[in-house]
């Protein structure tokens, strides 16, 4: 009673505030409180609803103010009380669609079932936001009074979105089989939405479920039938049963869906079986899929079948059975295959020709021959390309007939393959098309082909190849594959004198380096070395004659003769080269001749250089005293590399009369050519280059210009000299103490490495130690003895004396 009371104060509070947030405020203050049991409005009897919270809430749902009303709705599902439900299904029918949504969201909180109908009727709102919480509804209760109007929202889905779309799916699938009539009902009542109808029993995927589906396979509606066969290619496990009773339906449509799936299925032998009976279908596209997809299978029983698709009406399908038959084919099949060469399709005659490539022999060999000559150029080479891979004595007896009657490029090809494929009817093919293939490429291929090959009978036909072929590189294809024996060496001089082609020529030349004797070979050599129009071949000759086994007596007289007679500076070079390899007055005579001639063509070629300074270093080797005027004359080349090798000759040769030449270039500033001839003046070691020498040193600055001057006065006079070789040393930290040890006089020497143990600079030290090391005299190594005691030098005398001392055994060094 007290309760009551106090719940008509709190309502005359509601009403006396106008704002209407305020009211849902206070609203949701006293939900929460538990404290108010009724608001004015048009609220139910209390002996409908007992809970005054509840007729509160109510009221408040029915109140005009929008705010109000809504957030009452919500605390109505909020409160989980069934006295709720009547008043919010009433609410459920409001015009306000936000009302109607609210209301129906609240009653799926609550979740009682006598709010079926009201769900029901909501999935045919026009507000989607209805619709999909009477989804959400309908979901939560799975009845199956409701599988009806789900069925019929199926097919309305593409007006909902969200929770509808998922939900009426969903609700039929967690119905289960009280669904499945109503779905084969709705196939026949409304044809046109079969498919999701089928889709849905195959999703619900129940055992009644398949079995309805299973039953609309057989329908007497042929589009029933298709739509559950298209069903059924979503089932976790394929019905092959099924499908094998479709490849049998009177419809073509679904005999070819069965096709397609029995396809997927290839593996299991019921597929394979129901496959091969649609081959022979009636219908064109129903044999297609099925043979689409048991071309995929590698199987010899196919063979047979495949090969009956090649007399198809239907270019598509001779063209998918030539190309299983391509890599399944066997010697079965040749008769079909063979037929089919005539297919108008110039793809499929492709195929048949790899099938035939497959299947092997020589019968099949000979029919890719005869698609040589096919007027297609993509059949013809494939046809060839066949022929070529292939082996076999019918792949070459066909090669052998393409030489002799083929294109040119199909003759050149069919040449190089026969090479490689190797055999003596290849080997006569070959050697016929050299002698008598008028085809320049073809005849070239032959040549390169037979060289794979060692037999007489090819021999013979290179060397009449390489004496009268009009085309070079047929005749250096010959040189190269003549082999050994006497009629080989004949044509092989003949080739080196007489060959129009340089190459040809240059090759006969290395052929017989090593295949004749050298007394048949170095008269030819000469002859060409003289006559031949080509520099290289001269070259080439020029060389030869100085190396085993041409060299010797005969061939170094061959190259002396051609040193006056040749007028290239090149091949010169290459002369004077090879008789710098061997020792003789005449040699050396020969080489001073040429060398004005080397020294002057210098310029022209790295090559005449070279021979230049080799013909130098040789005459300064062997003391020739009369190359000492084309030196000195050398050395006012303009090739600083001509000027430093003859400076370098003219001090190993110690003439006089050349000092005066290489006192001028010794004042170069050219370091390569003043050092050389600095160091030469001191080998001459003649006093007239002294004062000179003095003059220069007095006014050269430190580096090797210097050390140079020093080097070569201690040379001319050690003992003169000493002081200022000593006064170098220590200015240059010991750089020129090497020069000293060539140039000085053993005593003179260890007097200076004695006196340089005392040096301020430990470097000199050093060196000086080293160096008393190597002189190894008993006076040395006294001195070195007497130093361990200084304790400042001990260290250095300990280890010189350990590498100057014998080694002693273990017990007297402890």
């Known amino acids: 009673m007290e309760f009551t009371v106090l719940a008509d104060h709190?309502?005359?509070?509601?009403?006396?505030?106008?704002?209407?947030?305020?009211?849902?405020?206070?609203?949701?203050?006293?939900?929460?409180?538990?404290?108010?049991?009724?608001?004015?409005?048009?609220?139910?009897?209390?002996?409908?609803?007992?809970?005054?919270?509840?007729?509160?809430?109510?009221?408040?749902?029915?109140?005009?103010?929008?705010?109000?009303?809504?957030?009452?709705?919500?605390?109505?599902?909020?409160?989980?009380?069934?006295?709720?439900?009547?008043?919010?299904?009433?609410?459920?029918?409001?015009?306000?669609?936000?009302?109607?949504?609210?209301?129906?969201?609240?009653?799926?909180?609550?979740?009682?079932?006598?709010?079926?109908?009201t769900y029901i009727d909501a999935l045919a709102d026009d507000s989607e936001g209805v619709r999909g919480r009477a989804g959400q509804g309908l979901l939560a209760l799975a009845d199956p009074r409701s599988v009806p109007a789900l069925v019929e929202a199926l097919v309305h889905r593409p007006r909902y979105s969200g929770f509808m779309i998922k939900s009426v799916p969903e609700t039929l699938v967690k119905i289960g089989d009280a669904s499945v009539a109503e779905l084969m009902a709705a196939c026949h009542k409304r044809p046109y939405f079969a498919n999701t109808y089928a889709k849905m029993l195959v999703r619900i995927g129940t055992p009644k479920a398949l079995s309805g589906l299973k039953k609309l396979a057989t329908d007497k509606n042929w589009r029933i039938r298709w739509i559950a066969l298209r069903a059924a290619d979503h089932l976790p496990k394929p019905p092959v049963e099924m499908l094998h009773s479709a490849a049998k339906d009177p419809r073509h449509v679904v005999r070819e869906e069965a096709a397609r799936q029995l396809g997927k299925l290839i593996k299991t032998p019921r597929a394979f079986e129901g496959l091969i009976a649609l081959l022979d279908?009636?219908?064109?596209?129903?044999?297609?899929?099925?043979?689409?997809?048991?071309?995929?299978?590698?199987?010899?029983?196919?063979?047979?079948?495949?090969?009956?698709?090649l007399g198809s009406s239907n270019v598509a399908m001779r063209n998918l059975a030539a190309k299983h038959l391509a890599s399944n084919a066997d010697a079965t099949v040749l008769p079909a295959l063979a037929d089919a060469l005539d297919d108008p399709d110039a793809n499929t005659r492709i195929y048949v020709l790899k099938a035939l490539a497959r299947a092997g022999g020589k019968e099949a060999m000979g029919h890719v021959a005869g698609a040589l000559k096919d007027e297609n150029l993509s059949v013809s080479s494939a046809a060839f390309g066949i022929l070529s891979k292939a082996g076999g004595e019918g792949a070459i007896e066909a090669l052998v007939d393409v030489l002799r009657s083929g294109s040119a490029s199909q003759k050149a090809a069919a040449a190089t393959r026969l090479?490689?494929?190797?055999?003596?009817?290849?080997?006569?093919?070959?050697?016929?098309?050299?002698?008598?293939?008028?085809?320049?490429?073809?005849?070239?291929?032959?040549?390169?082909?037979?060289?794979?090959?060692?037999?007489?009978?090819?021999?013979?036909?290179?060397?009449?190849?390489?004496?009268?072929?009009?085309?070079?590189?047929?005749?250096?294809?010959?040189?190269?594959?003549?082999?050994?024996?006497?009629?080989?060496?004949?044509?092989?001089?003949?080739?080196a004198e007489a060959d129009k082609a340089e190459s040809i020529r240059l090759m006969a030349i290395r052929s017989l380096r090593g295949l004749a004797e050298p007394k048949r070979i170095v008269p030819l050599f000469g002859k060409i070395l003289m006559s031949d129009p080509s520099v290289s071949v001269r070259q080439t000759v020029a060389d030869y004659?100085?190396?085993?086994?041409?060299?010797?007596?005969?061939?170094?007289?061959?190259?002396?003769?051609?040193?006056?007679?040749?007028?290239?500076?090149?091949?010169?070079?290459?002369?004077?080269?090879?008789?710098?390899?061997?020792?003789?007055?005449?040699?050396?005579?020969?080489?001073?001749?040429?060398?004005?001639?080397?020294?002057?063509?210098?310029?022209?070629?790295?090559?005449?250089?070279?021979?230049?300074?080799?013909?130098?270093?040789?005459?300064?080797?062997?003391?020739?005293?009369?190359?000492?005027?084309?030196?000195?004359?050398?050395?006012?080349?303009?090739?600083?590399?001509?000027?430093?090798?003859?400076?370098?000759?003219?001090?190993?040769?110690?003439?006089?009369?050349?000092?005066?030449?290489?006192?001028?270039?010794?004042?170069?500033?050219?370091?390569?050519?003043?050092?050389?001839?600095?160091?030469?003046?001191?080998?001459?070691?003649?006093?007239?280059?002294?004062?000179?020498?003095?003059?220069?040193?007095?006014?050269?600055?430190?580096?090797?210009?210097?050390?140079?001057?020093?080097?070569?006065?201690?040379?001319?006079?050690?003992?003169?000299?000493?002081?200022?070789?000593?006064?170098?040393?220590?200015?240059?930290?010991?750089?020129?103490?090497?020069?000293?040890?060539?140039?000085?006089?053993?005593?003179?020497?260890?007097?200076?490495?004695?006196a340089l143990l005392d040096h301020k600079d430990s470097r000199i030290q050093g060196l000086a130690g080293m160096e008393l090391m190597r002189v190894g005299e008993d006076r040395a190594i006294t001195a070195?003895?007497?130093?361990?005691?200084?304790?400042?030098?001990?260290?250095?005398?300990?280890?010189?004396?350990?590498?100057?001392?014998p080694a002693a055994p273990r017990e007297d060094r402890r």
Do not use: W
């Open 10 to 117: 709190f309502r005359s509070a509601i009403l006396a505030f106008g704002d209407s947030v305020v009211k849902a405020v206070v609203v949701i203050v006293l939900v929460v409180a538990g404290m108010c049991p009724g608001v004015v409005g048009a609220a139910p009897k209390p002996s409908v609803i007992s809970d005054p919270k509840i007729r509160m809430l109510v009221a408040a749902a029915n109140d005009s103010d929008a705010k109000l009303r809504n957030q009452a709705i919500r605390s109505l599902g909020q409160t989980k009380s069934l006295e709720a439900v009547g008043p919010l299904m009433a609410l459920a029918e409001h015009p306000d669609a936000a009302v109607r949504n609210l209301s129906i969201t609240a009653l799926v909180a609550i979740g009682d079932r006598r709010c079926l109908q």
């Open 784 to 805: 070195l003895t007497r130093l361990k005691t200084d304790p400042q030098r001990s260290a250095l005398a300990t280890q010189v004396l350990k590498q100057l001392l």
């Open 545 to 754: 004659l100085a190396m085993p086994p041409l060299a010797g007596k005969e061939a170094n007289g061959v190259l002396l003769s051609s040193v006056g007679k040749e007028a290239d500076v090149v091949v010169l070079s290459r002369i004077v080269s090879s008789l710098a390899m061997s020792e003789g007055r005449e040699n050396t005579q020969a080489i001073v001749k040429a060398l004005p001639t080397l020294v002057d063509g210098a310029s022209k070629s790295n090559a005449v250089l070279a021979s230049a300074l080799r013909a130098m270093r040789y005459l300064a080797c062997v003391g020739a005293k009369e190359a000492i005027e084309p030196l000195i004359k050398a050395l006012g080349n303009r090739s600083t590399s001509i000027r430093t090798g003859a400076a370098t000759a003219l001090g190993h040769l110690g003439d006089e009369s050349a000092i005066a030449p290489l006192l001028a270039a010794a004042k170069e500033s050219t370091a390569h050519v003043h050092g050389p001839a600095i160091r030469s003046l001191g080998l001459i070691g003649h006093k007239s280059a002294e004062k000179p020498l003095l003059a220069m040193l007095a006014t050269a600055s430190p580096g090797d210009r210097k050390r140079a001057l020093v080097h070569a006065l201690v040379r001319i006079d050690s003992r003169r000299h000493f002081n200022t070789y000593v006064e170098q040393l220590q200015n240059e930290a010991g750089k020129a103490l090497v020069p000293l040890l060539q140039a000085a006089e053993k005593k003179d020497v260890i007097d200076v490495l004695l």
């Open 281 to 309: 279908d009636d219908e064109l596209k129903v044999r297609y899929v099925a043979a689409g997809a048991l071309s995929r299978m590698n199987d010899k029983r196919l063979v047979g079948p495949f090969a009956k698709l």
């Open 419 to 495: 090479g490689l494929l190797g055999g003596k009817a290849a080997m006569e093919g070959l050697v016929a098309s050299l002698k008598s293939e008028p085809d320049l490429a073809a005849r070239r291929a032959a040549a390169k082909a037979l060289l794979r090959f060692d037999d007489p009978a090819v021999v013979s036909a290179m060397i009449k190849a390489l004496a009268s072929d009009s085309d070079m590189e047929v005749r250096l294809s010959a040189c190269q594959g003549l082999g050994e024996g006497e009629p080989t060496v004949k044509a092989l001089m003949a080739a």
